[in-house]
């Protein structure tokens, strides 16, 4: 049997989908940064591009509009609600699970060193209704696309659940953000904190 030399192999599956995640970082990245530093209105892709280290045509590759690079799910929300249905009968799921799966996300958040780019981006986002418009696209695309794999007689059920966790993930966000918390003041309550308490909140409406 011939050698083969590991250099010239083909990289498998999962080596593929890191490197296809860490280039959609590097590009949101660098499109929150900018928009960070002019504001979102003076971004362009080709500026994007060039500040993430690759062509126009590599960043389409990967996103279809420099809206979506803005408003990507970084921290893998979908992915974490996906895992929970993929692992659980649709229809044995209660909200307290996509809480508790977001509240995973938001841990990672809270310990992550570059918190602030997270602050940055939902600041990006939350001041422009061109953005607001997209994320929320975005978020109903990753929403048909599991309604789509579950029992139809679990999927108005399924839908309700992830707008009100998702309402709830968005209340926490303005609130960090609103009382200064990403800064890391001395006893400020974190993201996640804040999250757990609305949950709570939740519970008494």
Not at 23 to 42: M, N, P, S
Not at 68 to 84: K, P, Q, T
Not at 128 to 138: E, H, I, R, W
Not at 178 to 190: C, D, H, K
């Amino acid at each position: 049997m011939p050698s083969t030399d590991a250099s010239t192999e083909r990289p498998g599956p999962d080596l593929r989908a890191r490197r296809r995640r860490q280039t959609e970082l590097e590009i949101h990245a660098a499109a929150v940064a900018l928009a960070a530093e002019r504001g979102a209105d003076q971004v362009t892709v080709d500026d994007i591009a060039a500040r993430a280290g690759v062509s126009a045509r590599t960043f389409f590759r990967y996103f279809a509009t420099r809206d979506r690079a803005l408003v990507f799910d970084r921290w893998g929300f979908s992915d974490a609600v996906d895992e929970l249905f993929v692992r659980a009968d649709p229809n044995e799921v209660r909200l307290r699970d996509i809480e508790q799966a977001f509240g995973s996300v938001l841990a990672n958040i809270d310990q992550s060193p570059d918190v602030g780019a997270t602050a940055d981006m939902y600041q990006a986002i939350t001041s422009s209704p061109q953005l607001m418009a997209a994320a929320t696209a975005a978020a109903n695309e990753r929403t048909d696309g599991l309604l789509a794999t579950i029992p139809a007689t679990a999927r108005s059920r399924v839908r309700f659940m992830l707008a009100v966790a998702g309402t709830v993930l968005f209340a926490a966000f303005t609130e960090w953000i609103e009382t200064g918390t990403p800064t890391g003041a001395s006893g400020a309550p974190s993201v996640l904190d804040i999250y757990l308490r609305l949950c709570d909140e939740l519970g008494t409406l």
